[in-house]
């Protein structure tokens, strides 16, 4: 995996939780905005993504890529051929308040190109994941006072085992939701729902050998 970033949602998922207005919020708010009020966001969104979905029906994604922490719609992110979609267990509306509130306060942080999870001041696609869901395990890397955490390791919170990875107990962090695989042109592959494609993620996780 090369990257990682959190789902925010639509702006009617935002106001139903009492979020859109939340002065908490009020960063993540502005970037969403700013592709109705700049006319180069307006340009990617409507003419090089082609979006047609209403404003507030889009979805949106929080990230850290090159130029630093931003919000982006999910037609950027679907300029890809595969994806896997986690869910972190006994996640409830206090919960998810603070997740967005850490996800808030690190808006607009750089790019961390160093990779060290210890360097407070920037972050990496993975870095601010780890920071955000901070009561996750994440497995990371260590190596003296170096320690760093990659995409790869954020996947890695998810249970290979079927039956813990979809049950909401204590000992299952991450739940896997559904993966599509660049390997079968962009298909579906995993889907929690479809009994038939429960074998295909572990399979999946020995083939590159996790």
């Not at 966001?41 to 949106?60: A, D, M």
């Not at 972050?123 to 790869?152: A, E, R």
């Not at 996947?155 to 039956?163: E, F, R, T, W």
């Not at 962090?173 to 559904?178: G, T, V």
């Amino acid at each position: 995996w090369i990257h990682a970033a959190l789902y925010v949602g639509t702006i009617k998922d935002l106001k139903r939780l009492d979020l859109w207005d939340d002065p908490q919020m009020a960063i993540i708010r502005h970037e969403i905005e700013l592709y109705q009020k700049s006319e180069d966001r307006q340009y990617y969104l409507q003419t090089v993504w082609g979006n047609k979905l209403s404003f507030e029906e889009i979805p949106w994604f929080y990230e850290s890529d090159r130029p630093g922490v931003a919000v982006h719609p999910l037609h950027k992110f679907m300029q890809t051929d595969g994806m896997a979609v986690l869910r972190a267990n006994q996640l409830g509306e206090t919960k998810l308040r603070e997740i967005f509130y850490r996800a808030n306060e690190r808006m607009y942080f750089p790019y961390d190109y160093v990779h060290n999870v210890r360097n407070k001041f920037s972050v990496s696609c993975s870095k601010v994941i780890l920071k955000i869901f901070n009561d996750i395990t994440f497995p990371v890397t260590q190596y003296l006072s170096y320690v760093s955490v990659s995409p790869d390791q954020i996947g890695q919170a998810v249970s290979k085992n079927y039956d813990i990875h979809h049950s909401d107990g204590p000992s299952s962090q991450l739940r896997l939701i559904f993966f599509f695989d660049a390997e079968d042109e962009g298909r579906l592959k995993f889907h929690h729902k479809r009994v038939e494609t429960h074998s295909f993620y572990s399979k999946y996780l020995k083939l590159k050998g996790y």
